[in-house]
C-alpha cells in the first residue's frame, strides 16, 4: 500500500468529523496543489501543501466526548464553522449559539454560563490537541519536519487572530495558509458555485486569509473550480503523490507497528 493511499483514506475521515460530504479534503487538496503550482511554490514546498492538505484536521475527532459535552452534536458544530470568519465577535456568538444545542432551556443555560466562564479554555485546548495528534502522526509516517511544523498552523489565522499560537503572516507556514483558503473556497464553491467561492474568499481577505493567495485564487477562479469540478479527485491525488527519500514510508510503517516490519500483500 502507497503512503498516498493511507493519507487520502484518512482525509475521508476528516470528511465525517466535519459533516463534509465525502473527498471534500481530496478535492481542498487538488485546489490547494494547483493554487501552489500558479505561486510557483518549489517541489519542496508544494509536498508540504500535499500533506498538510491531507491530514492538517486529521485530529479533529480527538476530543468528540469534550466537543459534545459543551456542543452537543460535535459534527453539526464543526459543519458550521466553514460559515464564520472564525475569530472574535463573529467566533464567540457562533460558540453561544451552539453551546448546550439539543440541552431543555433551563440546563443550556446553566452550561452557556459554565462556558463563559470557563469553555473558551477547554477550547483552546482542543486546538493543541488536533495539531499534536497531526504532527504526531505525520512523524510515525516518516514525513519530514517541515510537514510536521506546518501541521501546527492549521488553526493559524493571517490576522493572528487564530490558535492555538496566534501566528500571524507569513509567520504561517504558506501550505497552511493555502490549505485553510482551499478547503473554505470548496464548501462554498459545491453550494453556490464560482460566485460564491470568489465572494467568500474576498470578504475574508486579509483577515482569515493570506491576501496574495486570495488574489491569485480569484484571478483564475473560474477556471481553477471548472477544473475542480472535472477532476477525479481520489485518481489526482493518488497520482500526485510527492516522492519521499528512500525508506522513509518504510520507517513510518515499522513505527506504527511497533517496529515489526511491514506486511506483504498476498
Same mark, same amino acid.
Given at each position: 500500500m502507497r503512503l498516498a493511499e493511507i493519507v487520502a483514506a484518512l482525509s475521508l475521515a476528516t470528511d465525517l468529523g466535519y459533516g463534509q460530504p465525502m473527498e471534500h479534503v481530496l478535492r481542498s487538496c487538488c485546489l490547494a496543489l494547483r493554487l501552489a503550482a500558479t505561486l510557483g511554490l518549489d517541489e519542496a514546498e508544494r509536498s508540504r501543501v500535499y500533506y498538510v492538505g491531507l491530514l492538517a484536521c486529521v485530529g479533529c475527532f480527538a476530543d468528540a466526548h469534550e466537543q459534545a459535552r459543551w456542543f452537543g452534536d460535535d459534527i453539526d458544530l464543526k459543519a458550521d464553522m466553514y460559515d464564520v470568519d472564525f475569530a472574535g465577535l463573529p467566533m464567540m456568538a457562533f460558540m453561544m449559539r451552539h453551546v448546550g444545542s439539543g440541552e431543555p432551556p433551563l440546563p443550556r443555560a446553566r452550561r452557556r454560563l459554565a462556558f463563559m466562564t470557563g469553555g473558551r479554555h477547554d477550547v483552546e485546548g482542543m486546538y493543541v490537541t488536533h495539531c499534536m495528534v497531526a504532527g504526531t502522526l505525520a512523524e510515525r509516517l516518516g514525513l519530514d519536519a517541515g510537514v510536521q511544523s506546518a501541521l501546527q498552523h492549521a488553526y493559524e489565522r493571517w490576522d493572528g487572530k487564530g490558535a492555538p499560537h496566534g501566528l500571524k503572516g507569513e509567520a504561517v507556514a504558506i501550505s497552511a495558509r493555502l490549505m485553510r483558503l482551499a478547503r473554505t473556497v470548496e464548501v462554498f464553491y459545491r453550494?453556490?458555485?464560482?460566485?460564491?467561492?470568489?465572494?467568500?474568499?474576498?470578504?475574508?481577505?486579509?483577515?482569515?486569509?493570506?491576501?496574495?493567495?486570495?488574489?491569485?485564487?480569484?484571478?483564475?477562479?473560474?477556471? !481553477? !473550480?471548472?477544473? !475542480?469540478?472535472?477532476?477525479?479527485?481520489?485518481?489526482?491525488?493518488?497520482?500526485?503523490?510527492?516522492?519521499? @527519500?528512500?525508506?522513509?514510508?518504510? @520507517?513510518? @510503517?515499522?513505527?506504527?507497528?511497533?517496529?515489526?516490519?511491514? !506486511?506483504?500483500?498476498?
Open positions: 453550494r453556490g458555485g464560482v460566485c460564491a467561492a470568489v465572494e467568500v474568499a474576498r470578504s475574508r481577505r486579509g483577515s482569515e486569509f493570506d491576501p496574495r493567495l486570495v488574489d491569485a485564487f480569484c484571478d483564475e477562479a473560474a477556471a !481553477l !473550480l471548472e477544473e !475542480l469540478a472535472a477532476t477525479e479527485c481520489w485518481d489526482a491525488i493518488i497520482a500526485a503523490e510527492p516522492a519521499l @527519500r528512500a525508506g522513509a514510508f518504510a @520507517r513510518g @510503517r515499522r513505527s506504527l507497528r511497533g517496529g515489526r516490519p511491514p !506486511l506483504r500483500p498476498t
